[in-house]
């Protein structure tokens, strides 16, 4: 989907399609003791099925809040979050979330009651279906030999890996990961990335993904979306479809890397027309 950016002008508006996912002028605040805090502000985008987008901006720019909006942990003071057209206002089945921390997984239960659990719990599957489920997506991540393992067993590559399979057996409408390699060594992180673009080849599930980190955002997603510093406003959206773990150290991915960081932090750059840019296809928010 590339309408238009709600609420902002752009650079290349294109006939609207139908999005599985939309985010329509959404601020989002949080309290501390001293005041109110505004995280995002007038936020607007659209995932399609089957994309793999990307939220990428620097510390403290809203990303991981808006992830969150999306799970349904918490409410916009402004603006609305819509999944299939459906308003989201709480936690559900549809939107499952893998975070950055692995501890997550409760040590007491092995790698397949892990991944089962969310489905019995929920009341999607009764237990021989659902473990039939686990175990289906834990051969695909690769651990159908250590169903029986406990997590403190794992290393955190494979702590990742149940995460991702036990995030996939509930078949959510979309998957939400918030910085889900950011706490692995760069070896692992590499290698998690790569089995991730793998398994989405093979399910073609829909993805949305938050990283402060530009390399990874072009390997990952197919769409950027682009954040300023706090508070976060849409800064530009780019399309890296064309680019993989195979692209990196390239030249075209290197000077990408460095155009996105300027339209991130430089004042001025959105004002650039596209082809100063170079880009093939983005969309510039004014």
């Not at 990874?216 to 954040?227: K, S, Y």
Request: proline letters at 6%; glycine letters at 6%; one cysteine or more.
């Amino acid at each position: 989907m590339n309408a238009p950016l709600q609420g902002h002008t752009v650079s290349k508006p294109i006939a609207a399609a139908q999005a599985l996912l939309s985010v329509d002028n959404v601020s989002l605040e949080y309290r501390t003791p001293q005041r109110v805090v505004r995280a995002t502000h007038q936020v607007s985008f659209e995932v399609d099925p089957a994309d793999r987008f990307v939220l990428l901006g620097p510390s403290g720019c809203g990303k991981s809040t808006l992830l969150k909006a999306a799970a349904g942990f918490i409410q916009p003071v402004e603006g609305e979050i819509r999944l299939q057209g459906q308003r989201v206002d709480a936690p559900g089945p549809d939107r499952i979330v893998v975070f950055q921390e692995f501890d997550q997984l409760p040590p007491w239960k092995t790698v397949k009651q892990n991944v089962m659990f969310p489905l019995l719990a929920s009341k999607t599957l009764k237990r021989k279906e659902a473990e039939a489920r686990a175990l289906h997506y834990l051969q695909k991540v690769g651990l159908a030999a250590f169903a029986d393992a406990y997590p403190h067993t794992l290393s955190g590559g494979m702590k990742a890996r149940v995460a991702i399979a036990r995030a996939l057996a509930m078949q959510p409408k979309i998957l939400l990961m918030d910085e889900p390699f950011a706490a692995l060594d760069a070896l692992t992180r590499r290698k998690m990335q790569e089995e991730l673009l793998l398994l989405w080849e093979e399910v073609r599930f829909t993805l949305l993904f938050v990283t402060h980190s530009i390399e990874e955002a072009l390997v990952v997603g197919n769409r950027i979306l682009l954040l300023s510093p706090h508070p976060g406003r849409v800064r530009a959206e780019v399309h890296s479809h064309q680019y993989d773990l195979h692209s990196l150290g390239g030249v075209a991915f290197q000077e990408s890397a460095r155009r996105i960081h300027r339209l991130l932090f430089d004042e001025g750059q959105s004002a650039q027309t596209e082809h100063e840019l170079g880009f093939a296809d983005i969309r510039i928010a004014y």
